[in-house]
């Protein structure tokens, strides 16, 4: 069996000990820990590259530049991850946490959050508030989350804890009230009883809605689960922009299951899974025909509902994805109406029309089958933190590029003819209202003399990665404790199968860019390996 130049294998062994279905950056993980645990692992991948959404891609032909194509910011990949895999892995700190441009009165200015606040912020907060108590409200506000963040983001690495167990532990440290205006009340609750301004409360409220078809006082509370991994984020809420681009986690991750002797089989769709809970089979379809693999575990890095289908069972409903991402590439920054730097303003997470009244109108307008006029959406810039995604010679241009994700543009909006052309222009119009100089103006054009911009709806991230409703979460995300089918000392992985578990974000604490449920299927698997050979001894 001979390895090609990028380290993967043409052709997937007859028998193996595990299998993981998806060499999403979850797989990765997956498939690195079970191999140095000394097993045969075997990874079947549909696309001809791994990564699944933490890739990069030059989008543009002429333009050097490698933009993350769908995920494009880290925040839940734990310490014990990267040193367990020794993952080559620089994740950097932006000096802005965000900056919101507002107009008011018919004046151009814009709320600024440093990374570690300052004059700059207060002032600001000042200047757009009226006074110094929203922005009192707001430290205090997030030294509450942070304090429940040491509490629950250590639990991540572990076995699901009990609910009770996480209730009393985040009263104790974080007062009586906190577990039921996070965990048992809708989010606008508390959003509103702390904070007077209304874009204030809606830049708290996007960690709640972005990904997620909700608003701040669904009762279902998904936007406050969402909220809550949002926040968790490295214990302390930060986004980090990731060196090299997203490429660079899953080339990481890439060398790391070459280097534990993993075999990786890219251009491999997966067609069947069988097992009795004791011995398995996967059918796969590759260019050579359909093939069959025998192991004795499978771990499914696909979306659940998918993999009932390979199952032929019944499943989960499939989920429907709710975001619109516009990747840009620009010739300079444009300058702002505010005055504000670009330099600064575009550095951190950059709001546009989400204030609290904006995202809930845009959530009716959506429900209602219309895309939000104004649209919400959220920018950033990946070049003023990382320029390395750049050539030399974009680089010296000064070429720069910024993603948009849209809010509230659920899948089914874009059944319609036209709907994503029209939703860009949305956004873009949106952007244009705080910039003193159309973004068009300073878009870089292609070899082929197209303006250098994407759009991603639910429904190309369905085609290209075959998430199910382009849904990034693969589903609602889950309270991260047990609960339902998962009980306490469970790992949230585990299927009805004992040799069957699921390792990507269909799992219980899965979402975002963290390879949490990969390094949990992985030790889960172990596990049962271990007791296993204990019974046999």
């Not at 769908?70 to 014990?80: G, H, K, W």
């Not at 214990?235 to 080339?251: D, F, K, L, Y």
């Not at 009716?364 to 959406?377: K, M």
């Not at 609960?483 to 069957?500: A, D, I, K, M, Y």
């Amino acid at each position: 069996m001979a390895e090609t130049a990028t380290g993967r294998y043409t052709q997937a062994p007859a028998q193996t000990d595990v299998v993981v279905l998806g060499a999403g950056h979850n797989g990765l993980v997956t498939a690195a820990y079970l191999a140095r645990f000394g097993l045969r692992v075997t990874v079947l991948e549909r696309l001809d590259r791994v990564g699944g959404a933490a890739v990069s891609e030059q989008l543009f032909a002429g333009i050097e530049a490698r933009l993350s194509c769908y995920s494009y910011l880290v925040s839940l990949i734990p310490y014990a991850v990267v040193r367990d895999l020794e993952l080559d892995l620089e994740l950097r700190s932006r000096p802005v946490a965000s900056y919101t441009p507002v107009l008011r009165d018919g004046r151009a200015d814009g709320l600024l959050v440093e990374r570690k606040p300052g004059a700059a912020t207060l002032d600001s907060f000042r200047r757009i508030t009226g006074s110094d108590r929203d922005w009192r409200a707001w430290q205090h506000f997030y030294e509450r989350i942070a304090k429940a963040s040491r509490v629950i983001a250590p639990t991540l690495l572990e076995p699901l804890p009990g609910r009770g167990v996480l209730m009393k532990a985040i009263r104790e440290s974080c007062g009586s009230n906190f577990w039921n205006e996070f965990m048992e009340e809708p989010i606008g609750g508390v959003v509103e009883r702390t904070f007077a301004d209304d874009d204030v409360r809606g830049i708290v409220l996007t960690d709640a809605l972005i990904g997620t078809q909700s608003w701040a006082h669904d009762p279902s509370l998904r936007q406050n689960r969402c909220f809550l991994y949002h926040v968790m984020a490295s214990q302390s809420g930060e986004w980090r922009v990731p060196i090299g681009g997203m490429g660079a986690v899953t080339g990481s991750l890439e060398r790391a299951v070459i280097k534990s002797g993993a075999v990786i089989q890219t251009g491999a769709t997966v067609t069947r899974v069988e097992t009795d809970g004791r011995s398995a089979r996967v059918g796969y379809r590759t260019a050579e025909g359909e093939q069959w693999i025998e192991a004795r575990y499978v771990a499914s890095n696909l979306a659940p509902s998918v993999l009932a289908e390979l199952l032929d069972e019944p499943g989960p409903e499939r989920p429907e994805g709710n975001q619109l991402k516009v990747n840009l590439v620009l010739t300079r920054l444009p300058a702002l109406k505010s005055g504000i730097a670009p330099e600064q303003a575009f550095a951190g997470t950059f709001h546009v029309d989400e204030s609290a009244e904006q995202l809930a109108a845009a959530y009716q307008a959506s429900e209602a089958g219309r895309l939000p006029d104004p649209l919400p959406f959220e920018a950033y810039c990946h070049t003023l933190t990382d320029r390395t995604i750049l050539s030399p010679d974009a680089d010296r241009a000064g070429l720069h590029t910024i993603t948009l994700f849209g809010l509230h543009t659920p899948a089914r909006l874009f059944r319609q003819e036209g709907v994503k052309e029209q939703a860009v222009r949305l956004a873009l119009d949106g952007l244009n209202r705080y910039l003193a100089e159309p973004i068009e103006q300073c878009l870089a054009v292609d070899a082929h003399g197209e303006p250098c911009i994407e759009a991603l709806s639910p429904l190309d991230v369905e085609a290209q990665l075959a998430m199910p409703g382009g849904h990034i979460f693969h589903g609602d995300l889950d309270w991260p404790w047990a609960g339902g089918h998962h009980p306490t000392g469970s790992w949230g992985v585990e299927t009805r199968f004992p040799n069957l578990v699921v390792c990507g974000s269909g799992a219980v604490r899965g979402g975002a860019v963290s390879g949490i449920p990969g390094r949990a299927a992985a030790l889960c698997i172990a596990g049962r390996i271990q007791r296993s050979h204990g019974r046999e001894r």
